[in-house]
């Protein structure tokens, strides 16, 4: 998929890829001898840039900052993706952005200018992260794991497959599809980063000047560079990172005060009723956290620590029930390089996540979490059923 315009007496070609594809790689190579342009630019940040060619980036991965971050959802949805797309690679024998590889190897060869047009990739999931509610995050990230997990394994990939994917009426629809389910996310992952792009290219020097992006960018690219309707204004604020929202900690924390009250009161008027609400709520979100830790396959040590954690998270506004077992999961059974080498088989099997040292961090981060939220829920319901009894 190509599109040209004129700008600033320069050319600038718009070139669409599948980012794992023979076909494309194959065009991009052959668009760069064929127009010998001045520029070649690329959809890559520095960041992605440096690993494109890295196969071991995830084994300087540092779980424990991960999870201290609050970024378990994001790097967990991250992988996920990152290995469904190295699996259709490895079935039609290319590497996932193989085209991106192309255009850096036959820009060398033929002497243009190589310029990333991407906006960083730490910028990009800070935005998303920090910009997207709750339940956005959890409604993005349960598509993309029934998406991946419902996928039949007998179905046909193939390079035919893949390329009628960059058909335009297709890629219309997946856009808008995505708009219509999760407008946010499409916002800041699809809509911002074309306006960045734009800009960008934009300003590019050069008589010819070859663009390399995902055929999902396309469109949006070339309207941006049609209107010139990307201002200074708008690049300063799709590029800062924005601050932590506060408000869910100042509404946990108003829960918790509102409980302690609750208790207070219920002690009060009666010791013996609200010396059972508490030690109930303790043992509701202890053993449930300490299940969901236990059905994850973890260590003794992080089962134990996750039952004494999971009451300390969920009176929380600022811990999840679930790090401090993870955490020391992650001390006890440190990940490995076969775990990060297996990554991309096991993480599409369920039972293989309790036997991979990485995945199994995560599989007890996120089922801790959810046993004692459970626990929690039912001990606050006893809590203020018993408050109210009392009048």
């Known amino acids: 998929m190509i599109k040209k315009l004129i700008k600033d007496n320069k050319e600038i070609i718009l070139l669409g890829t599948a980012h794992v594809s023979k076909a494309s790689a194959a065009e991009v190579t ?31 991965l540092d779980i424990g900052a ?20 190295k699996k259709i690679g490895d079935k039609l024998g290319i590497r996932p952005g193989a085209e991106m590889i192309a255009a850096i190897d036959e820009a060398e060869t033929i002497g ?3 310029v990333l047009v991407d906006r960083p990739i730490d910028v990009t999931l800070k935005r998303v992260t920090r910009q ?38 297709m890629i219309l629809d997946t856009v808008n599809e995505l708009g219509l389910n999760f407008p946010n996310v499409k916002k800041y992952m699809l809509d911002e980063r074309d306006s960045y792009m734009a800009y960008r290219i934009g300003r590019l020097s050069g008589d010819k000047i070859l663009v390399v992006l995902g055929a ?25 990172i924005p601050n932590k929202k506060k408000y869910g900690h100042l509404i946990a924390l108003a829960l918790l005060i509102l409980v302690l009250l609750v208790l207070a009161f219920t002690i009060n008027k009666s010791p013996v009723e609200g010396a059972t609400n508490i030690i109930r709520w303790l043992i ?36 999840s029930s679930g790090l401090i077992g993870a955490i020391v999961e992650a001390r006890l059974r440190k990940p490995q390089v076969k775990d ?23 599989l007890i981060f996120f089922l801790a979490s959810f046993g004692s939220a459970v626990g929690n829920i039912i001990g606050l319901k006893s809590i203020f059923s018993s408050f109210l009894n009392l009048f």
């Open 30 to 60: 052959d668009a760069i001898t064929e127009l010998q342009p001045d520029v070649v630019a690329i959809e890559l940040c520095q960041g992605r840039f440096d690993n494109l060619n890295n196969d071991n980036k995830y084994e300087n």
């Open 66 to 85: 991960v999870l201290k971050k609050g970024q378990a959802l994001f790097v967990m949805t991250n992988l996920l993706l990152s290995a469904y797309q």
């Open 112 to 114: 243009s200018r190589l």
């Open 132 to 169: 997207l509610g709750f339940i956005d995050k959890i409604s993005a990230a349960s598509s993309v794991l029934t998406y991946l997990f419902s996928k039949d394994e007998g179905e046909e990939i193939n390079e035919t497959t893949i390329e009628e994917l960059k058909d335009s009426s």
């Open 216 to 240: 999902a960018h396309l469109e949006g690219v070339y309207a941006h560079l049609l209107a010139e309707d990307v201002t200074k204004e708008m690049m300063k604020e799709i590029s800062t």
């Open 284 to 319: 509701l979100t202890s053993s449930l956290g300490g299940i969901g830790a236990l059905i994850a396959g973890a260590h003794p040590l992080s089962i134990l620590a996750t039952m004494i954690g999971s009451p300390i998270g969920a009176a929380s506004p600022v811990l």
């Open 340 to 362: 990060f080498s297996a990554l991309g088989d096991d993480i599409f099997i369920w039972k293989n996540w309790r036997k991979n040292n990485l995945l199994r961090i995560f």
